[in-house]
């Protein structure tokens, strides 16, 4: 469940990063995707990045 919620705001972010570097009027929809893509893939990725860090400091 967790994997499709990071995939569908992976595929929204993009959307809204096209939206809004080819509009005029709603520059900040790229930034809005941006952030959101920033957000999914920090959630994805964060977990092991820590759990691992935290092995490496211990010697593990």
């Known amino acids: ?3 499709i ?3 569908l ?3 929204i972010g993009v959307v809204l990063f096209i939206v809004g570097k080819k509009s005029q ?5 790229k ?3 941006v952030i959101i893509i920033v957000v999914c893939l920090g ?3 964060s977990p ?3 759990r691992g860090f935290m092995n490496g ?3 593990k």
């Open 31 to 33: 930034i809005i995707g």
């Open 48 to 50: 092991d990045f820590i």
């Open 57 to 59: 400091l211990q010697g």
């Open 25 to 29: 009027t709603y520059k900040y929809l």
């Open 5 to 7: 919620i990071i995939i």
């Open 1 to 3: 469940m967790k994997d």
């Open 43 to 45: 959630i994805e990725i």
């Open 9 to 11: 705001g992976v595929i």
